[in-house]
């Protein structure tokens, strides 16, 4: 039975605005051909593809998620899938680390 909780979140053509919001072209890139592919997510992963298309089918369900070229993707932690892809995929990524990120530096060094 999957779990429902571990839900594939695909935004269609974010906004410019958003994009740059997250910086994705620093993010490192990721291919690969057209094939079918076992996943295991052990961080969430958030995604934006250059180009492609897939269809994920997460393990234990029988549905699937369609997602492609412009589409921003997260997939949570601890996610098992299949990646059917039939277009070559070409993206960007990150993981989310998964301790706590550091509290905002506040300190503004100005000496005079």
């Not at 234990?60 to 932690?77: H, M, Q, Y």
């Not at 601890?78 to 070409?90: F, K, M, R």
């Not at 990120?101 to 000496?111: A, V, W």
Request: aromatic share 12%; proline share 8%; net charge neutral.
């Amino acid at each position: 039975m999957a779990d429902q909780n571990l839900r594939i979140i695909v935004e269609k053509n974010p906004s410019q605005s958003r994009l740059g919001e997250l910086n994705f072209m620093c993010w490192p890139k990721w291919g690969c051909s057209p094939g079918r592919y076992q996943l295991k997510f052990d961080a969430e992963e958030t995604c934006y593809l250059v180009k492609g298309k897939v269809k994920a089918y997460p393990k234990g369900s029988s549905e699937f998620v369609e997602f492609g070229a412009g589409d921003l993707v997260t997939i949570p932690k601890g996610l098992s899938c299949t990646w059917d892809v039939s277009l070559a995929v070409d993206k960007y990524y990150k993981f989310e680390s998964s301790s706590s990120p550091p509290p905002p530096s506040s300190s503004s060094s100005s000496s005079s």
